[in-house]
């Protein structure tokens, strides 16, 4: 017989305290990539200003790498299965769209029917692919 006070959880309580866990971790991520953002633009100030010597602008761009790697890796030890295949996707849709846009824009550069390829613009623009192909593998629309 069933214990009815036997505190484990269940698959669905489990699943949903794992999801939970994965999203406050994604924002604590997202909140400390705004920090140094921040950081690392006034440490760019400073440099352009001579406060800051040349090797810290070095030491600090390794610093952020080696930070966002241990994150990367940490997050695909968390993520599942199913969310995993949507990041894929869409990282897949989003180099597609970059391998197409980039030297289309580059041709109609050269033969004079459009101006220069922005690397920004491109760069905005293939984030923008991704997060649209995310959120519509999120809403099943495959």
Do not use: C, H
């Amino acid at each position: 017989m069933t214990n009815m006070n036997d505190s484990a959880m269940t698959g669905e309580a489990r699943l949903k305290a794992r999801r939970n866990r994965l999203w406050a971790f994604s924002g604590m991520g997202f909140l400390i990539a705004i920090i140094v953002g921040l950081a690392t633009g006034f440490a760019g100030d400073l440099y352009e200003d001579g406060s800051l010597p040349a090797w810290s602008i070095y030491a600090i761009w390794a610093l952020v790498v080696a930070a966002f790697t241990w994150f990367t890796i940490s997050y695909f030890r968390r993520v599942d299965e199913l969310d995993l295949m949507d990041n894929m996707w869409a990282t897949l849709i989003a180099f597609y769209f970059y391998v197409v846009a980039m030297p289309s824009w580059y041709m109609f550069d050269i033969i004079g029917l459009a101006g220069t390829p922005q690397d920004k613009v491109i760069y905005l623009a293939t984030l923008a692919v991704m997060f649209i192909a995310y959120g519509a593998r999120k809403l099943g629309l495959r």
